[in-house]
């Protein structure tokens, strides 16, 4: 089913803010919802990952950019730091365990907690800037990897967000997003 203009524009805002998260850190789907202007919808977030096409399956359209490839999935965990359960339909356990997978692989430290979730320490790894770099006044652009220096956030044109690389100062918040 075909999805509609406004939902094709979430989808769009999320996978670009989640772009920008960076190498070994974390946020929130709440923090991603804030960031793109919809507080109230950190769920939705979590549909647009459910729906994140695996890389090599991309259908055409406005989204075809977007995929595990380049949209850094794994960086999005809930606001208690915990990586989300998921049905059978989303890869059960084994989605989770490839989650934890994803973020090792990035240096993140992923504990089992009290309860047995895999969990991720927010006051470490978290990144809770106020507005998306790319957002931010003044300086330099680079992708989220650092390459491909631009004019602009819309002529990067390669599936990744522009970022700010001057004049940008994020400072990790305490914050229950």
């Known amino acids: 089913m075909p999805r509609s203009d406004e939902a094709e524009s ?23 919802a804030t960031l793109i202007g919809t ?13 994140l096409p695996e890389e090599g399956s991309v259908p055409e359209g406005m989204l075809s950019r977007f995929h595990t490839g380049t949209v850094p999935w794994q960086r999005i965990i809930s606001a208690k730091g915990v990586i989300s ?29 009290a309860l047995g979730e895999l969990s991720v320490d927010l006051d470490r790894y978290g990144w809770f800037p106020r507005q998306l770099p790319s957002e931010a006044a003044g300086g330099r652009l680079r992708t989220a990897r650092g390459e491909d220096h631009r004019e602009d956030a819309s002529a990067a044109g390669n599936g990744e967000v522009a970022v700010k690389e001057e004049e940008v100062e994020i400072k990790e918040e305490d914050s229950d997003s």
């Open 10 to 32: 979430f989808f769009f805002a999320a996978y670009s803010a989640i772009q920008e998260v960076p190498y070994g850190k974390v946020t929130s789907y709440g923090h991603i």
């Open 39 to 51: 507080p109230q919808r950190p769920r939705q977030v979590g549909v647009c990952l459910k729906h």
């Open 85 to 113: 359960p998921r049905g059978l339909a989303a890869g059960g356990a084994g989605g989770r365990s490839r989650q934890a997978v994803a973020l090792r692989a990035e240096g993140v430290e992923v504990m089992v907690d």
